[in-house]
């Protein structure tokens, strides 16, 4: 990228959800999210973060980090140098999807083929069924977007009679779809014995994050009969070294990993080390979902149903039609 400078305005603000969204150990009322807008001439580019929840990494302290690196951007920052210089978080993803639209419009290049990617295609994703009551959660696999769903993804909670109820009802009135479980961390090695055989009756294809982050090594102790998906046991380029051996496939975050920069490399790394690829999101709008999207192309699973859960997404946004996911080149890019 030049070096013509460059200025950024950057705001928080708390898109209202269309209901409480429950995982094991959190419910979630709103999802505050950082947006930040870079300018350089008659440039602009945008970028959208929640950051990472269980870090404490809050959008309200986004901006002051942001101010730490106010003074490289008028001298021309760039994505490299960003990335080597600013911890990972919601604060850098925001400000390298940014400066990734911005050279986008500076050149008059797509991102995708900024990044060596091939023409983004619609993606299959999955949608999320928070964690409710198991009669609840079967009426609404029925529902909406998920009633159109070629793939499901149930969150559980980690009491294990409830979670297999969960898993038989959604299971009984959509015995055709896709399914992948979160646990969200909600388990332990004892825990998750009389869950397993379940798992593989309703003929579930994915485990995600069984254990707590930090009880990695747990995951030697279970005969896991089905893959499994390291989401919080992996923030970034330096933990995918330690996952083979342990899981099957990586979910990255560009909150997780600071970054569409990193998220790439990320990507192409962890296909070096045999290990299958996920993308999703830790929430906002489809300005948050659109890097993600482009990420997507790379990838094994894609749970990018993060606009869905939003009373009001941006406009232009993504659009969910089918079961797949169409990211417009005029959301982001």
Known sequence: MSSLLIEMDCQVHSPRLLEPVRIAGHTFYEIPCLQVQLSSGPHRGRGEAAGVFYLQDDPAR??????????????????????????????????????????????GRP???????????????????????????AARALRGLHGQ?????????????????????VRRVRPEVWMGVDANQGYTPASIEALLPVLVDCRVRLLEQPFARGHEQDMAQVDFPLPTAADESCLDLMEL?????????????????????????????????????????????????????????????????????????????????????????????
């Open 62 to 107: 986004m901006p002051a980090q942001l101010e730490a690196v106010r003074g490289a951007l008028r001298e021309g920052l760039g994505r490299d140098a960003l990335r080597l210089g600013m911890p990972a978080g919601g604060a850098r993803n925001a400000l390298d999807c940014a400066l990734w639209e911005l050279e986008a419009r500076r050149t």
């Open 111 to 137: 991102i995708w083929q900024l990044a060596g990617l091939n023409p983004p295609r619609p993606l299959r994703t999955v949608f999320t069924l928070s964690a409710h009551e198991p009669a609840e959660m």
């Open 149 to 169: 769903a070629q793939a499901l993804k149930l969150k559980l909670t980690g009491n294990t009679d409830v979670d297999i109820e969960r898993l038989r009802a």
């Open 241 to 333: 070294e330690t996952l083979p051996g342990r899981f099957d496939l990586v979910n990255i975050k560009l909150d997780k990993c600071g970054g569409l920069t990193e998220a790439l490399m990320m990507a192409r790394r962890a296909r070096q080390l045999g290990l299958q690829v996920m993308v999703g999101n830790m929430g906002g709008s489809s300005l948050a979902a659109a890097p993600a999207f482009l990420l997507g192309q790379l990838c094994d699973v894609v749970d990018l149903d993060g606009p869905t859960v939003l009373a009001q997404d941006c406009s232009p946004g993504v659009r969910y039609e089918g079961g797949l996911v169409h990211c417009p080149s005029e959301v982001w890019g």
